[in-house]
């Protein structure tokens, strides 16, 4: 078996992200325990409690995210649902406010986990769970979607990271055929009918071709019309940690902004 996939760097051998669900969970999850680093209020959709997850099963070179992500074995403590839930309800309590989301990481990692914590939110005063989503869990299960989705706090947001074969392999690390599983999860998504929509970094020229950008929105179109109008385009944030992998992974880190796309909904609304 390969060395655990840190970051991309020189000599990447792209790995199966199916596989790394199974090998990242074997690390951040323990039955219905998951491992996190932090809960805190953000002001993001309004003010939101956020449970920051370890573990990920792709390997983006522009990821924001704590070294966790790639280290899972040394950084982040274990929670059970219940603590995990107690901590994200604290935070709310302390800040007035009735948002919850896992972020950080993949939140999809840890079924029995994921569930646990959905059932408690769904009984308490939380009005809304946001999960941020990169698919792959939830393009290979089914059956996983369709619990998530049967509680009625919950909404998706699902992140897809490239418009081709060759530029998800290129930007997740991960293997050029894995990259229809992030699509199949958005099929999932409607056939569950899920409250959720998808986003995208296809604002920003510096990560998406003008081609790639088309080809991403063809293929959402095909699957439904209305993915594309609703379509959240973002551009990549210099963080520490993202100027760090993009320097591992032999890119610019030259960030200057100097236009981005208009968004595809913007355009189909005039
Ligand atoms: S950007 Fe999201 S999906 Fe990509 S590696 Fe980071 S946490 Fe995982």
Redesign the pocket.
Known sequence: MREYPRYVAENWIPFDPVELVKRTEAIVCRGDERKYTDFYVVGVYGGISTGYTVG?S???VF?W?DWS?DYPERLGDFYTSQEAFENLAAAASKAGIKKARLSG??PTLGREHLLGLLELVEDSDFDTFILET?GVAFGIDKSYVEKVCSYEKVYVRL?L?AGTREDFEAK?GARKDAFEIPFQAVKNLLDSGARFHVASMSADPRFMSPDERVALAERLAEIDPVLLANLEEEVVDPYDTTLKRLEFAGRTTEFPLTRRYVAFKDMLRE
């Open positions: 990920c792709l390997r983006c990821c995210v992500r990481a993949e990169n992140s990271k997740t």
